[in-house]
C-alpha cells in the first residue's frame, strides 16, 4: 500500500500549467446584455439579407429587437436571463437575418474557422419557443465567399415548421418543430441518403403526453412543441472535419426531461443528466470553414407569424481536442468534475496497459497515472470535448474545488 499527498501549492502549479495548455479561441460569445438598445444591438449584429452579402430591406431592420426595447415585451419570454433578442423574422416574401459583423464584404470578414484534427468548431444558442407550431427561427453557420456570390457549409438549427427530408435513417418523419440541416458540404457518408436537409432530432417518446384528463393530453405518437410546452432549449453543434453532431438540451436545464407532473407539464430540471436528443452525422466541411454567423429566419424564408421567439447565448468557438483522444469524463455524466477525480484516485497505479476510461484513463495509453490527472486538470468543469467539446466558464469555484481535491490523501492498495 502506498500514499501521496498534493500539496496545495504543488495542485496549483499544475493546475494553471494545464489550464494554458488548454487553450480554446471564442470568437463569439453573446449573451446580448452589454447592449444599451436595440441600435447598439444592431451594430454588432447588423441586419443583412438571407446570405450575408447585402443589407436588410428597410422594412425588415427592426425584425429583431432587444427585449428590453419599448416594442417588446419581456413577459412573454418566462425564464428570461438579463437581456435577449426579440426576433418576429422578415417579412413575408423577404429574406432579413441579424448578422454578426455585419455585410460580408471583400473588405469585411468577420472572422474565419475551420475545423482540423487538432481543433473543432462549436456553436450553441438558446432559443426560446412559444410552442404555437408557427415558429421558423434559427442559428446559422456557414461560408459566403463575396467574390462569387458563393455559400458552402451551411448549417441551421433552431425552430422549424415544415415537413422534414427523408434522409436520415431514424429521424422523425413528422413535424416536430426542433429541427436541424446540413447542406452545401464536401461530403455525406453513409448511413446518410442524401444531404440533411430540415430533419427533426429523434426525441424521447416518453415526452409525448400520455392519454388523460388536463390540459394538452394527446397521446399522437408525434412528440412536437405541444407536447413540450413553451421554453428555453439550448441547440449545440460540434463540427470536426468529417463528422457534425447535433444535440438539443430541452428547458436547457442539463437534464433529460422525461416526467410530468400532475398537470401534464414537463418537470423541468427533474431527471438523468445529459441532453434530450443528440445525432452526428457523418459530413465532411469544405476547407473554406466558416465566416457567417446569423440569427433569424432560415435561409430563403419568412416567420413573421404570430410564434414567440427569442435568442440568447451564442457561443462560438474553435475548441482544442487535444489531438482528439483525451477524455477525462471517466463516469460518463458529460461533465468532468469531482467524481471523476475519485476514479482516477481509485485506480492510481494501474501501469500494464489494461487500463479503460471507466478506471481513469484519460489518454488512452492503459495505464492509470500522472498523466491523466493533468488531462483532468485541463477540462476540469467542461462538458467532456469527446461529446460536446464546449467548456463551461473557468469560475473560481471550480478552480477551488479542484484544489481542494487535490488535497485529499489518495491510498492505492
Do not use: C
Amino acid at each position: 500500500m502506498k500514499a501521496r499527498l498534493f500539496s496545495l501549492a504543488a495542485a496549483m502549479a499544475v493546475l494553471t500549467v494545464a489550464t494554458a495548455a488548454w487553450a480554446d479561441t471564442t470568437i463569439v460569445d453573446d449573451n446580448f446584455d452589454g447592449y444599451t438598445d436595440t441600435a447598439d444591438f444592431q451594430n454588432t449584429w447588423v441586419p443583412t439579407q438571407g446570405n450575408g452579402g447585402a443589407p436588410a430591406d428597410a422594412a425588415n431592420l427592426d425584425a429583431g429587437i432587444l427585449t428590453s426595447d419599448p416594442f417588446s415585451d419581456p413577459n412573454l419570454f418566462p425564464g428570461l436571463q438579463g437581456q435577449a433578442v426579440d426576433h418576429i423574422g422578415a417579412l413575408a416574401g423577404t429574406f432579413m437575418v441579424n448578422q454578426y459583423g455585419g455585410v460580408i464584404s471583400e473588405s469585411n470578414i468577420p472572422f474565419s474557422i475551420t475545423p482540423s484534427a487538432s481543433e473543432s468548431v462549436f456553436v450553441s444558442v438558446d432559443i426560446f419557443d412559444g410552442a404555437s407550431g408557427n415558429e421558423r427561427m434559427t442559428l446559422g453557420l456557414r461560408n459566403y465567399d463575396p467574390v462569387s456570390g458563393d455559400t458552402v457549409n451551411l448549417l441551421e438549427m433552431g425552430h422549424y415548421n415544415a415537413a422534414p427530408n427523408t434522409n436520415v435513417p431514424g429521424a422523425p418523419t413528422e413535424v416536430t418543430g426542433y429541427a436541424y440541416r446540413v447542406i452545401l458540404f464536401e461530403s455525406y457518408d453513409s448511413p446518410l441518403l442524401g444531404a440533411p436537409n430540415w430533419q427533426y432530432f429523434a426525441l424521447p417518446q416518453e415526452l409525448d403526453r400520455p392519454d388523460g384528463t388536463g390540459p394538452g393530453f394527446d397521446d399522437d405518437e408525434i412528440v412536437s412543441t405541444g407536447d413540450i410546452g413553451a421554453g428555453w432549449h439550448r441547440y449545440t453543434a460540434l463540427i470536426t472535419p468529417d463528422e457534425i453532431t447535433f444535440e438539443v438540451d430541452l428547458f436547457r436545464d442539463g437534464k433529460t426531461n422525461t416526467t410530468r407532473d400532475t398537470e401534464g407539464n414537463i418537470e423541468v430540471g427533474v431527471g438523468a443528466d445529459g441532453v434530450d436528443a443528440s445525432i452526428t452525422l457523418p459530413v465532411g466541411t469544405f476547407a473554406t470553414g466558416f465566416n457567417s454567423l446569423r440569427i433569424g429566419g432560415p435561409s430563403g424564408l419568412s416567420s413573421a407569424g404570430p410564434g414567440v421567439t427569442a435568442f440568447d447565448n451564442v457561443l462560438l468557438q474553435l475548441i482544442d481536442v487535444g489531438g482528439g483522444a483525451d477524455n477525462a469524463d471517466f463516469n460518463g455524466d458529460l461533465i468532468v468534475d469531482g467524481t471523476d477525480f475519485l476514479t482516477w484516485q481509485d485506480s492510481f497505479g494501474i501501469a500494464d496497459g489494461t487500463a479503460q476510461l471507466s478506471d481513469g484513463d484519460a489518454n488512452g495509453d492503459g495505464n492509470v497515472d500522472d498523466a491523466d490527472l493533468v488531462v483532468w486538470q485541463a477540462q476540469y468543469g467542461t462538458v467532456t470535448p469527446a461529446v460536446a467539446g464546449v467548456p463551461e466558464p473557468a469560475t473560481v469555484s471550480l478552480l477551488l474545488g479542484a484544489v481542494a481535491l487535490l488535497a485529499v490523501r489518495r491510498r492505492i492498495g
